[in-house]
Nanobody, 118 residues
């Protein structure tokens, strides 16, 4: 029904930047909140940032001031600009969307690896 496709992950040195993108497609009536979560090896998945359809944002304390989330409602796409990356940002980053099809449900992308070398 709904697919989330992420792109933009990769390997970067500490202090560098990356931009993640996630496009939602399928039988979408509307999208409420979109966001990014991450999971490092041996750790639980944690919230990175979320953004509502009205562009209200929320960030984890660990990324405030370094990461910026944005979205293009016309393209059903959410972005995550990551600056001043640290080795502890290394994780698989998952896109999330709360989507109205015939009901409101949560959808996840397949994940994209971000590796920050020291």
């Amino acid at each position: 029904q709904v697919q989330l496709v992420e792109s933009g992950g990769g390997l970067v040195q500490a202090g560098g930047s990356l931009r993640l993108s996630c496009a939602a497609s399928g039988s979408i009536f509307s999208i409420n909140t979109m966001g990014w979560y991450r999971q490092a090896p041996g750790k639980q998945r944690e919230l990175v940032a979320t953004i509502t359809s009205h562009h209200s944002t929320n960030y984890a304390d660990s990324v405030k001031g370094r990461f910026t989330i944005s979205r293009d409602n016309a393209k059903n796409t959410v972005y995550l600009r990551m600056n001043s990356l640290k080795p502890e940002d290394t994780a698989v980053y998952y896109c999330y969307a709360n989507v109205w099809v015939t009901t409101m449900d949560d959808y996840w992308g397949q994940g994209t690896q971000v590796t920050v070398s020291s």
